[in-house]
């Protein structure tokens, strides 16, 4: 299972760390997408960093202003999003893929993913 953590309020220009932890698997081998859901709207998706770290891929709604990592010690990975906008309110998930790659200009689809978390909320809005 993957449990995410680290959404809430935040005003317009603010910023949010978001986790996502995994139990009971190792993230070792995999690569670890963050997708996001606004009411009424599909799923998409918004970062993603490949199981050995070198690779990354960003939409370019969120390039230059979000930054992924992980930290395999800890069994976890993370979304920093800085300079959000109103535009960025949505539930945010992450999933697991196994040997999954991301590259610059792309990430693996949906269907791809083997894990998936429950969501935490992002609202910002002042």
């Known amino acids: 299972d993957l449990v995410e953590s680290g959404g809430g309020l935040v005003q317009p220009g603010g910023s949010l760390r978001l986790s996502c932890t995994a139990s009971?698997?190792?993230?070792?081998?995999?690569?670890v997408g963050w997708f996001r859901q606004a009411p009424g709207k599909e799923r998409e998706g918004v970062s993603c960093i490949s199981h050995s770290s070198d690779g990354t891929y960003y939409a370019d709604s969120v390039k230059g202003r979000f930054s992924i990592f992980r930290d395999n010690a800890k069994n976890t990975a993370y979304l920093q999003m800085d300079s959000l906008k109103s535009d960025d309110t949505a539930v945010y998930y992450c999933a697991a893929d196994l040997f999954g790659e991301c590259h610059a200009d792309s990430m693996p689809p949906r269907r791809d993913y083997d894990y998936w978390g429950q969501g935490t909320q992002v609202t910002v809005s002042s």
């Open positions: 009971q698997f190792t993230l070792d081998y995999y690569s």
